[in-house]
Every structure is written in structure tokens, then in C-alpha cells.
């Protein structure tokens, strides 16, 4: 049995870098040096100079193209480094089709920065594949999808746009950031570019800012990587080692968080006061069973709208459990405020016209008994109530 051949939760522990070839330590070298001795004037060694290449960031990139069943892995600085060196990947004149609800940064790197290069974009919702097709040009080079989408969770078709890009010759990049590879590996449904924010559910601890790449394509992977090596927005290798720290225990921290997050989300839908709950896993969910389809859970992250942006403000003022902050994919429950945080970038009528309205709260379910959110979340709805009763 090779590694290849073990379940998910044993690769994440015993992949290629499971132990120091150099000394068997079993947890990867953090690697500092900048630079490598060339020991023959005539054939220098594999590391030269790290920013090509450094041991340490090779490893996280060696075990995330592994997860993802890529052949090629790259670690930049942050999750926008790593999604805007892939945008690099496109050429003037060259047009994306994206989808609407996209991360705020991608969508300022589009809309403010990409566009100055020359390079267009046309927003779609992209669970309707007539939209998707129908803002087809004969420039189009790229689809970039996002699934399930921040912060109103829909659902794309990973399989289907994949195979609308490779008719015409264009590239797919999925963001998987919410579900990571534990539950959805696009590059085995036809995506090119795997895309994630190491920063949430990867390293998992709040601690640390990273981003990564995954490609299947050879080529492919030989333009990313000379463009990461170019563009230079390469990981650290104290961050490095971080992830891949967190790595290891993504798979419990994932699944205790994802059941979590079902309960909650029932308790949610339950509630009088809770006007929508917006997660994949509930059977109500439109692309429900898109999402059983291609993925094999719904992840941890669920948003819920309350009847206005009164009672948004009394809830939050009065639950205690959960940080209060940007962000998602934590050992700790995160709750945000999209309109005002990961969102507040996008003009109000372009948010509203995307369903995130100022009455909807985004939570990332961390791994706090659910029970115990469920009561503070109980006495801050019941905060909301008395208050409606007294005017
Ligand atoms: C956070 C996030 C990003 C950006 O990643 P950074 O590490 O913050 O640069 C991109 N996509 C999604 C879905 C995210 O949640």
C-alpha cells in the first residue's frame, strides 16, 4: 500500500514529508537560509536562491498538491498573492467570467487592478449555467468560480464549467478556501487551478496569513510557476511551517466543526426570530444536491439573516461565545458582519443586489461545544424579543 492508496486523514499525517530524510525528525526543518552553497562551478544544486525554491515551502507545497490530487503545489503570502499571481496567468485583452458573489479582495483585484491591464470581466450568478454561457465572448479566456460563495453559500457546478471552459480553450480556477480537499477536489472535476486562503481552515488557528495553488497540467504548472517566481509574493517558511502544522489535524477540526455547524444551522432555521438560514447541508438549501454531488460534505460556514439591522445590532452586542471579527475557518467560532467586513469594499447596491443585506450575520462554526453556542445565541435572540416587546 502506498501513501497514494491511504484515506484522507492518513495522508495528512503520513504523505512524502512525513519524516527528515536528513535525520528522521518527524516534523518538517524550518528552513532559513536565503541562499545555498554551490558545491561544482558546473552543476548547481536543486536550491539556489529561496525564493525559487526552499525546502520548507516545497514541503507544504509537495502535501497540499497531493491533497488536492494536483502534481504541482505553490505557497504565496496570503491568499490574494496566490489568487492574483494565478490572475497573471492572463494576457491583455483577455476576458474572465466570474461569479458575482466572489471574496471581496478577488473582487477588488478584478474590478480596480485587472482592468487597468486590459483584462475584462463580466459577473454572472453562477448557479445558472444559461447566465454563465450566455457572457461567453470570443476572448474569454478564464471562468473563475468560488463554491460554495461567500457570504450567501450557493452552490456552482465545478463539473459543468469545467468542461464548458476546456470547449472553448480557457482556463478554470476554483477558490476551494471553505471546503478545502477534505470535501471537494476540483482538480478531479475538471478544474485547472486550485485556489485557497491557507489562512482559514488549512492552518486553521487564527495565526498565520497564506495562500496556495494547486495545477494537474505540466505546463501549466511551469507558467505558475514562473510567475511566482516572478511576481515573488512567496511564503515565509515560519508560515510555512505553521500550515503545514495545522494540516495535520484538519481533519477533526473540519468534520467536529461541520457537525457543528448542522446543529446550529437546524437551531437557526428553527427560530422564530431567524428570518433564512443559508447552508449547503440543509435539505432546503437550492443546490442541495449539486452540492451532495460534488462534494462530499458542506463545511463549517453558514450566514443567517435577522429580521433588520436593529436586531443584527442588539445580537451581536449580546452573544459572547464567538470573536466578533473578519475571517473564518478557526479552532474558535467567528461571527461576521459581511456588509461591513468582508463585503463593506462592494457599494450597498451592488451587495444588495447579491442578497447580502444588512440584516444578514456570517458564523464560522470553531470547535466550541454547539451546545453552549446555541444558549448564548438563545439569550441574544431573546434580548432581540424583549425589546420588541417593550416599544
Ligand atoms: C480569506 C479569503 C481569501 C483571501 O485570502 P487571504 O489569505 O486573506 O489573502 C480568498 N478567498 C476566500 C474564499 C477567502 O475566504
Not at 42 to 47: A, C, Q
Not at 87 to 96: C, N, T
Not at 224 to 251: E, P
Not at 310 to 338: C, D, H, Q
Request: zero cysteines; a negative charge; glycine letters at 6%.
Amino acid at each position: 500500500m502506498s501513501s497514494a492508496d491511504y484515506s484522507f486523514e492518513t495522508k495528512l499525517l503520513h504523505n512524502q514529508h512525513k519524516v527528515d530524510p536528513a535525520t528522521g525528525a518527524v516534523s518538517v526543518p524550518i528552513q532559513h537560509a536565503s541562499t545555498f552553497h554551490q558545491f561544482d562551478i558546473e552543476s548547481f544544486g536543486k536550491y539556489d536562491y529561496a525564493r525559487s525554491a526552499n525546502p520548507t515551502r516545497e514541503a507544504l507545497e509537495d502535501v497540499i498538491a497531493e491533497l488536492e490530487g494536483g502534481t504541482r503545489g505553490f505557497a504565496f503570502s496570503s491568499g490574494m498573492a496566490a489568487i492574483s499571481t494565478a490572475f497573471l496567468l492572463l494576457s491583455a485583452g483577455d476576458h474572465i467570467v466570474i461569479t458575482e458573489d466572489v471574496y471581496g479582495g478577488t473582487f477588488r483585484m478584478v474590478t480596480q487592478v485587472l482592468t487597468r491591464f486590459g483584462i475584462e470581466h463580466t459577473f454572472v450568478d453562477m448557479t445558472d449555467l444559461t447566465q454563465v454561457k450566455n457572457a461567453v465572448k470570443p476572448n474569454t479566456k478564464a471562468f473563475y468560480v468560488e463554491t460554495p460563495s461567500n457570504p450567501t453559500l450557493k452552490v456552482t457546478d465545478i463539473e459543468a464549467i469545467s468542461s464548458l471552459a476546456k470547449e472553448i480553450n480557457a482556463i478554470t480556477y476554483v477558490d476551494n478556501t471553505f471546503l478545502t480537499p477534505q470535501y471537494q477536489r476540483p482538480l478531479e472535476l475538471g478544474a485547472d487551478i486550485v485556489l485557497h486562503s491557507a489562512t482559514k481552515f488549512l492552518s486553521g488557528h487564527s495565526d498565520v496569513v497564506a495562500g496556495l495553488a494547486v495545477v494537474k497540467d505540466e505546463e501549466l504548472g511551469n507558467r505558475l510557476y514562473s510567475l511566482q517566481n516572478s511576481f515573488g509574493a512567496v511564503l515565509g517558511v515560519q508560515d510555512a511551517w505553521l500550515v503545514l502544522r495545522g494540516l495535520k489535524t484538519l481533519h477533526v477540526r473540519l468534520e467536529q466543526s461541520q457537525k457543528s455547524a448542522l446543529t446550529i444551522a437546524e437551531f437557526l432555521e428553527s427560530h422564530p426570530l431567524i428570518e433564512k438560514v443559508y447552508y449547503p447541508a440543509l435539505t432546503n438549501h437550492p443546490q442541495h444536491e449539486l452540492q451532495q454531488k460534488q462534494a462530499s460534505g458542506a463545511g463549517a460556514v453558514l450566514s443567517f439573516e435577522l429580521s433588520d439591522e436593529e436586531a443584527l445590532r442588539t445580537f451581536v452586542s449580546n452573544v459572547k461565545i464567538p470573536v466578533f471579527a473578519v475571517s473564518l475557518g478557526a479552532v474558535e467560532s467567528i461571527l461576521s458582519y459581511p456588509a461591513k467586513m468582508s463585503h463593506a469594499a462592494m457599494p450597498q447596491e451592488e451587495r444588495e443586489k447579491r442578497g447580502i443585506k444588512n440584516s444578514l450575520l456570517r458564523l464560522s462554526v470553531g470547535l466550541e461545544n454547539p451546545e453552549d453556542l446555541i444558549k448564548d445565541f438563545s439569550q441574544a435572540l431573546q434580548v432581540i424579543y424583549e425589546k420588541q416587546l417593550n416599544v
